[in-house]
């Protein structure tokens, strides 16, 4: 079996635009606020999931840009549950919704903190919603760096592939804070998709621009 | 009673992010969690807290929280009874 995988779909979501394969398929309106932004997407494709609304913004657009991905590239129809392996990472953590925990826990005289909340104040929560929604159950890792990097998440996810412990990944960047956001999503098969791309640094950040 | 009730549903609406559901959507008798508005466990530590954290009531055993939260109504009644 050659040790060669490849990128086999992407979904970036940066700056009011979705890029699905090299397509722009919706843009935003002009100045829209990020979660505005995530929610018009979220409208536009009718995604209709009940717990959306109640995700912070991280999970929502990693959910969002899991589900623009998979919809024509549809893993747990092509592998085992057991197969597809989650490895996301990001720059800021779950910071974003950390902020918004510590501000309902700051007042001793108005000490209420969300149980809806709190339980986002981890990053990898964003592995569960897709694992969740896709009733994905591998091999997941959600790691943190100062930037997308392009050598370590190749090197990584060639590497469970290549040892049998994943036939197959969803992969990239998901960051969300201070009104920043950029996803970047993309599968990792051992087979050829729409991308027709290696799974190496080069490549990705040929993709990832 | 009816006041409360459309209150409740309003502060409910925003309190678990129902932004699909309008007030007139809730019936006042339909089961709040699996079926009705099919809320989950983290939702029902929310009740929790907006019983706290708006009218002053703690729910102090646990167990009693399948009888309160078992719909809008028996909400607004427990609301009613309990409201400091």
Known sequence: MSDVNYISAFCRISSGKVNVNHSIMFTGEQDEAPPAFIKSVYKHYQLNYPKFYKMDSLCQLGFIASELLLKDNKLTEKYNKEEIAIVISNGSSSLEIDTEHQQTISDKANYFPSPAVFVYTLPNILIGEIAIRNLIKGENTFFIFDKFDAQFTAQYINSLLNSGRAESCIAGWVDFYEGNYDAFLYTVEKTQGVIRAEHTAEQLLNIYK | ?84
């Open chain 2, 1 to 84: 009673m009816n006041e409360l009730i459309d209150k409740l549903k309003g502060e409910i609406i925003e309190q678990l992010n129902l932004e699909d559901v309008k007030k007139e959507d809730i019936d006042n008798d339909a089961p709040l969690f699996g079926e009705g508005l099919g809320l989950d466990s983290i939702d029902a530590l929310e009740l929790i807290v907006l019983l706290e954290k708006n009218y002053g009531i703690k729910v102090a055993n646990p167990a009693d929280g399948k009888k309160i939260f078992q719909s809008i109504r028996t909400m607004a009644q427990y609301i009613q009874d309990n409201k400091k």
